[in-house]
């Protein structure tokens, strides 16, 4: 069964806009740090908040008012609150569901460089992110071992240098525009400066959940950049894509940033054909291609969000089968020790 809140996707011209502050630090340092600061910002009374708190596991809540803002208020089933507030599911115990499903571990040559896949490497560019999805693969992540001091920017750029095969650097995190522009900067200007590498992506939710991020410093920067850019964004529903998103996403294509964007495949919040046709359509109008749509991983605490590959798969067909090619996202799952991710063509 499909539930109703799911399916329904609020006009833009709905979604309410009171002003925030322009810099988006400000923000940064404002977002609600508590789930009851989140609830209370959406109306729920002290008995209402006592019935939706649950442990966050270890997990902190982070949560921009920017993002905040595109919740409906009054309603526990909001596909947006639901991706960043602690469930009780979170304390469900399988043995299948654990740390490390990726075995990223495995891969890291050293803190800071995940080089799994030929001609490509992931960069830890930032530890820490805007917002902090209940979902995410990397809460278990070790960022405190991994926390990026410039100095140790030069040795994940040793090895970029030492690695010719390299030809494109992916700026990963934590999420890299948490980076203020001088710390961003001066490590793209340290990329450009090694020869074999020719594109610079970054990952980032930023632009959808702190679109003032976007400054037009940092848009002047990508174009001027030697390496052709690509920003894969990362939104799951429709109703993340307001009208700030997409004035940041108009400014980012106006400085030549192609844009994809990455979701993952949730259940309570985008399993169903309704939501997803209608963020593709939503994210194609912001100038956004549609790029992956993961299946989730076997995170410890995420067992409340898993969606089976047969059920991945049934959706992606029904997509397939009412929608443009260009706007049906390819499904795919990160499996250890495999030389890519795989593909999963729709049945
Ligand atoms: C997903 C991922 C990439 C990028 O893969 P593409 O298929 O090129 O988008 C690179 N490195 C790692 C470790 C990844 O998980
Ligand atoms: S922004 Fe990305 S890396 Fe950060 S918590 Fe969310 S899913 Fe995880």
Not at 24 to 42: D, F, G, K, M, N
Not at 55 to 83: C, E, I, N, S, Y
Not at 191 to 215: D, F, M, N
Not at 319 to 329: D, H, K, N, R, T
Request: with cysteine; aromatic share 6%.
């Amino acid at each position: 069964m499909i539930p109703q809140s799911a399916t329904q996707v609020e006009p833009l011209s709905l979604i309410k806009h009171t002003s925030l502050p322009e810099d988006w630090r400000v923000q940064l340092r404002e977002a609600y740090r508590t789930p009851q600061q989140l609830l209370s910002s959406l109306g729920f009374s002290a008995e209402q908040q006592k019935l939706m708190l649950a442990d966050d596991q270890g997990f902190t809540t982070l949560v921009p008012k920017a993002f905040a803002k595109k919740m409906r208020p009054h309603d526990p089933t909001d596909p947006l609150l639901l991706q960043v507030l602690p469930q009780a599911g979170e304390a469900i115990v399988d043995p299948s569901f654990n740390d490390d499903p990726l075995e990223e571990a495995r891969f890291n040559p050293m803190p800071g460089i995940v080089h799994k896949y030929q001609g490509r490497a992931l960069l830890i560019a930032a530890g820490h992110c805007a917002i902090n999805c209940r979902y995410c693969f990397r809460r278990h992540y070790p960022y405190s071992d991994q926390k990026r001091a410039r100095s140790e920017w030069q040795q994940s750029l040793s090895y970029i240098e030492q690695h010719p095969d390299i030809e494109e650097i992916i700026l990963s995190g934590g999420d890299p525009l948490a980076l203020t522009d001088p710390q961003l900067f001066e490590l793209i200007t340290a990329i450009e400066a090694i020869p074999h590498i020719k594109r610079l992506r970054i990952h980032s939710r930023l632009p959808i959940v702190l679109p003032q991020r976007i400054t037009l410093e940092l848009c002047q920067r990508l174009e001027n950049c030697r390496l052709t850019c690509v920003l894969v964004v990362h939104a799951n529903h429709a109703n993340e894509l307001a009208i700030d998103v997409a004035q940041a996403c108009e400014r980012l294509r106006q400085h030549k940033v192609q844009l994809l964007n990455q979701s993952v495949l949730l259940a309570q919040i985008n399993d169903n054909l309704a939501s997803l046709k209608k963020l593709s359509e939503r994210l194609f109008d912001l100038g956004i291609m549609p790029y992956y749509l993961h299946l989730p991983d076997h995170v410890a605490g995420t067992k409340h969000f898993f969606v089976s590959l047969e059920r991945g798969q049934a959706i992606v067909a029904q997509m397939q089968a009412c929608m443009s090619g260009y706007l049906v996202p390819k499904l795919v799952r990160e499996e250890p020790g495999k030389l890519s991710k795989t593909l999963y063509s729709p049945a």
